[in-house]
């Protein structure tokens, strides 16, 4: 390597993380020692926690810098896999907390930690003898296709909008983003190191979709505006009936033995009922459902809603508007995230695409701070005396660094801080990002009302304290009937019994969220009990609960059956579990109300589970809680 190409090397390292260098560093030179150096200095798995030396990290680049030298030139790396037991403490020291051995094999499979390039299990040799619908082209369809394929199977996705994406074409709405760090909201078997943001915005995600798509061969199988009304379960034939409504507003009927729906939780829009709404004069617009080429410039807007939705549309929108009059009925917990509004650099890109073992160790540290590292904040502990603020020690000193945030962001305004505290621990609701969030409250033109709206009168809202405040447009940032599941589809199993029938409206069940008693080979993805309200990656748990179906499926048919449905005894003792354990968690806080819970109180969108925990449960089906039939 000449001196030049050398020199660049070495700058190209100052634009990437330290950690996940020296990482790198000891598995191509094998020195254990790097750790001890590191583990002073590193006090949690995001880059602003890390305090590491000058001195120190320039020692790790340089040499870095000629041990890729002397791996360019033919020599091998000295642990290109490490050993469990040197594996946990590199990811201990990486995340500058206790890592348990038992994240080695599945941060391997998912982080690649190995830093093997290893492609997606190659397609079956022989055809698969079922054949597969599934409903919804968004990120759980697009995997699930993926690795029927994989599988030898036949399928067709039906998808009801004209473009795939799911709720990435569905939400469009300003400044809309992932909340998720994008290095870990991706597929294991597709990651991307080209990310433009280290939270990047709609476009980005729905063009990384629709990648995926091209690569693995989904298009010729996808049916684009094809909206499923209904799917019933012949039993005699074992196969379901699938009746769809086609863009020109033909009706069809397709047949397969598997039914896998991907519409997941979040895809029909939530508008609260307030007396009035139907005279509003003005635009009425939804996050979810952003009429395109809707316009906000120039005009008084009353934002509804202070969730995740909002938290992006209010600083996206504030520069353009005459007047933003924010109407929240509780406060969230929006917090500092690190790198929530910046790009990613070319430095950085090219660490991710080039230097082995890096971008695993990266992704690992994403995972770690966005994922399993916070599942203690969620945990009540019954000896704790916290009222309404906290739920645990460590949960209240994250609620002290939240605040402090908050205090910070509002310049001192105690008035503005004090409506803004929420009433709730964190992690009560979703704990958002901030991207402006507070700054945008402290503008001029920008209110925060807190007064309950009675109704909408035609020039706008009317409060409970008598006064009209009055807007041209309504922003509804009101989130989605997330309880409602698999609604508006009529679908109907064993002996025609609904799944409105078994769930109700807002009650739904499943084993793993995945299987439901009296509806044989129908699959759901992203269903009850699966979202992970303290963090992590929808797409790390559609892999999942992709992984299960197709477990399920491959035993199916090496016992020579057609059909599988869950034991109810199975899955009605999963659902006594994760009520059990949901009771100790913190949505489950006498001080919380939030979607996540049914009109009953019970939580019925989330689950328990740590990511590990998942991970394992999902792994590989256990035949035995299967009735199988030939």
Not at 262 to 279: E, F, H, K, T, Y
Not at 280 to 299: C, D, I
Not at 327 to 343: F, H, L, T, Y
Request: charged share 20%; aromatic share 8%; with cysteine.
């Amino acid at each position: 390597m000449s001196s030049q190409a050398s020199d660049t090397l070495r700058q190209r390292l100052e634009g990437a993380a330290i950690v996940p260098l020296a990482m790198t560093l000891l598995q191509l030179s094998g020195d254990e020692q790097l750790l001890e150096s590191l583990r002073p200095h590193v006090r949690g798995a995001w880059e602003h926690l890390e305090k590491v030396p000058p001195e120190l990290a320039a020692s790790i680049r340089d040499r870095l810098a000629l041990e890729l030298e002397r791996v360019a030139a033919g020599g091998a790396p000295a642990c290109p896999v490490p050993p469990p037991e040197l594996m946990q403490r590199m990811m201990t020291v990486a995340v500058g907390e206790a890592v348990h051995e038992e994240y080695i094999p599945m941060l391997l499979e998912h982080m690649r930690l190995e830093g093997l390039d290893t492609p997606p299990p190659a397609a079956a040799s022989q055809p698969s003898r079922l054949s597969a619908i599934v409903i919804g082209a968004g990120a759980s369809g697009i995997c699930a296709a993926v690795r029927l394929a994989q599988a030898g199977m036949a399928y067709t996705v039906l998808e009801k909008n004209p473009q795939l994406g799911g709720t990435w074409y569905e939400n469009r709405y300003p400044g809309c983003a992932v909340d998720t760090p994008n290095h870990f909201y991706q597929f294991s078997f597709e990651p991307n190191n080209d990310w433009p943001d280290y939270f990047s915005r709609q476009p980005s995600i729905r063009a990384y979709l629709e990648h995926c798509a091209r690569k693995y061969g989904l298009l010729p199988h996808l049916r684009l505006g094809c909206e499923v009304e209904a799917a019933y379960y012949d039993e005699a034939r074992k196969i379901w009936q699938v009746r769809a409504r086609t863009a020109e507003g033909k009706t069809e009927t397709l047949e397969a033995n598997v039914l896998i729906c991907a519409v997941g939780q979040l895809n029909r829009p939530m508008i609260p009922a307030l007396p009035g709404l139907q005279d509003f004069a003005g635009q009425v617009l939804h996050t979810g459902a952003w009429a395109e080429g809707s316009s906000v410039k120039g005009k008084r807007v009353a934002l509804i809603g202070t969730g995740a939705s909002a938290v992006q549309v209010g600083p996206a929108i504030v520069d353009e508007v005459q007047a933003l009059h924010v109407m929240q009925r509780s406060g969230a917990w929006v917090v500092r995230r690190p790198g929530i509004d910046k790009a990613v650099s070319e430095d950085k890109k090219w660490a991710l695409k080039y230097l082995p073992y890096y971008a695993a160790w990266y992704r690992f540290q994403l995972f770690w701070a966005f994922g399993d590292g916070l599942f203690e904040a969620l945990k009540i502990d019954p000896d704790w005396d916290g009222g309404n603020q906290s739920i645990s020690a460590y949960n209240a000193q994250l609620r002290e660094a939240m605040v402090r945030h908050m205090r910070r962001e509002l310049q001192g305004d105690e008035a503005l801080l004090e409506k803004v505290i929420p009433s709730y621990p964190p992690f009560g609701k979703r704990v958002l990002g901030d991207a402006g969030w507070y700054r945008m409250l402290r503008r001029e033109h920008v209110e925060l009302v807190t007064t309950d709206i009675q109704r909408v009168e035609p020039q706008g809202l009317r409060l409970s304290d008598g006064r009209l405040v009055e807007v041209d447009t309504l922003v509804f940032a009101t989130g989605f009937q997330a309880g409602k599941m698999l609604w508006p589809m009529d679908i109907r199993g064993r002996g025609g019994v609904s799944i409105r029938q078994v769930w109700g409206d807002d009650n739904p069940r499943a084993y793993l969220g995945i299987t439901v008693p009296d509806f044989p080979n129908l699959f759901v993805l992203y269903g009850p009990n699966t979202n992970v309200g303290h963090g992590g990656s929808a797409i790390f748990l559609a892999e999942c609960q992709v992984r299960y179906t197709l477990s399920v499926l491959q035993g199916l048919q090496a016992q020579g059956a057609r059909e599988a449905e869950v034991r109810r005894d199975v899955h009605d003792a999963y659902n006594v579990l994760i009520d059990n354990k949901l009771s100790q968690l913190s949505w489950s806080h006498a001080s919380v109300t939030t979607w996540y819970k049914n009109t009953q109180g019970r939580i019925v969108t989330n689950q328990p589970w740590r990511l590990v925990d998942y991970w394992k449960l999902t792994l590989s089906a256990k035949m035995d809680e299967y009735r199988l039939r030939a």
